[in-house]
Structures are given as structure tokens and as C-alpha cells.
């Protein structure tokens, strides 16, 4: 199987040599990656678009409630239509999702995991999000989704991803202790949660692992186990007017 991203590289430094570089990037609607996870199964990583509502729907269901209440912090079993159509349609540079699917001869494709992230007005900040179903959690997934939307920010002007977070004191502190003040920000709002605002590492060579000591990797980890609560501001819709 050739390997897809040194052919978007190669077809990217051509562009640049002949001075084609605006709104080239490498993760766009044609990015395409075959990923094998750690317990040797392989998934499909490719940007999330509008034909993607079934597969959305599907992966949502297959959440644990908790999962579900932790990704839209309410109890429901499946998104609405207004949801579906705004994690399924934007415009690819300040909102930007990749998906994981699972595909077998003869079966439908399966929707496995998904990851986002969203600008925050016209600036360099975006607020991120990761999610994964339940039985494919602790497999690399998650880490190698957030390295791609690293990548992807990056090559579109976002230098730094901004977290709203609840915690209990116990959850709260101990993230606070184990990341990095010289690569984060925290502050209070109003209500008494978090709010962390984490300066994205410029991305090494693909050939080279993810930057799993990271803070961004901590906090993702915590929100995996729940000891810290994400709170969706920008990666799920605003109530309809």
C-alpha cells in the first residue's frame, strides 16, 4: 500500500516550488490515512464530510451513556438534525473535523471516532475536541486524531488550543500539577471551572512519534477518564434561534 501521506507531502512541496501556497494544505477534503492501532486492527482517517450524517449518528449511538453525557453534557441517545448538520457541514479551515471508520469487505463502514477543532472568532485559538467510541478507547486512536488536528491547526494559523473544563478539587489539581506553566495558561471564569489555553508545538516529521508528553496529550487523557469534564462550547452547535 503506497503511503499516502508522502505522496500529499511530495504534491505539496511541488506546489510550493512553484510558488502555489495559498489555502495548500495537507490536511484537506483529499487527506487519507490508514491507521493500525495497537491491538492490530486498522481504521480509515479522513476528513469529516456532509454525506457523513449516517456514520455521525451511528458512531453517537454507540457511545456509553456517560460517553454521550460527557460529549454533550445532557442525557440523549442521538443527535438532531440541527446537530448533524453542524458536524457534518463547515467550511474546512476554522471548523475542521477528521473522522475513523472501520471497513470490511461487504459492510457498511462503521464510524469509530472523530476529532475537531473550531476557531474562536478571528483569532489564533481554537477549541479542540476528541471523541472515541468506548471499545476502540485505549488503542492510540485518540493520540494520533489530536496529533492530526495539531497538524491541521497549524497549517492553518491556529497556535493555540482553549479548554472550558469542570473537575472536582482532587481532579482539578492534580491536572493543574502535572502540565507545564510554561506551555499553558489557566485562569478561572466566572462559574469557578478552568479554562486552559494550551500553545500548540509545532508538528515534527510524520516519521516521528507524537509528542505524547505534551500537556494537550495529559488533558486528553484526563477527559478520557472523566476525572476532568470538557466543556463543548464551540465543538457542538449554540441552541437554535
Known amino acids: 500500500m503506497p ?7 511530495t504534491a505539496l512541496a511541488f506546489l510550493r516550488r512553484r510558488g502555489h501556497t495559498r489555502n495548500v494544505y495537507q490536511y484537506d477534503d483529499s487527506y487519507l490515512e490508514f491507521l493500525e492501532l495497537s491491538d492490530g486492527s486498522t481504521v480509515v482517517l479522513r476528513p469529516i464530510r456532509p454525506a457523513d450524517k449516517t456514520l455521525m449518528q451511528e458512531g453517537f449511538q454507540a457511545l456509553s451513556p456517560h460517553s454521550r453525557y ?23 479551515i476554522d471548523h475542521y473535523a477528521i473522522g475513523a471508520a472501520v471497513r470490511a469487505p461487504s459492510v457498511a463502514p462503521r464510524g469509530v471516532g472523530a476529532g475537531r477543532f473550531v476557531r474562536l472568532g ?3 485559538i481554537a477549541e479542540p475536541a476528541v471523541t472515541i467510541i468506548d471499545e476502540f478507547q485505549g488503542k492510540g486512536l485518540g493520540t494520533t486524531i489530536l496529533d492530526r488536528l495539531l497538524r491541521a491547526a497549524w497549517e492553518r494559523g491556529i497556535r493555540r488550543f482553549h479548554f472550558e473544563l469542570l473537575a472536582d478539587n482532587v481532579g482539578m ?6 502540565v507545564s506553566h510554561q ?9 469557578g471551572g478552568l479554562v486552559a489555553v494550551f500553545a500548540l508545538p509545532e508538528p515534527t ?11 494537550l496529550f495529559h488533558v486528553l487523557g484526563q477527559i478520557a477518564r472523566a476525572d476532568v469534564t470538557h466543556l463543548h462550547r464551540s465543538t457542538m452547535p449554540p441552541p437554535p434561534t
Open 122 to 124: 478571528d483569532t489564533d
Open 3 to 9: 503511503n499516502v501521506h508522502m505522496v500529499r507531502i
Open 70 to 92: 460527557q460529549r454533550v453534557m445532557g442525557q440523549k441517545k442521538q443527535l438532531t438534525d440541527y446537530e448533524l448538520r453542524y458536524l457534518t457541514e463547515f467550511d474546512g
Open 205 to 215: 516529521p510524520l516519521e516521528v512519534a507524537p509528542p505524547e508528553k505534551h500537556p
Open 173 to 178: 489539581k492534580r491536572l493543574i500539577e502535572a
Open 183 to 191: 506551555q499553558v495558561e489557566f485562569s478561572r471564569d466566572d462559574a
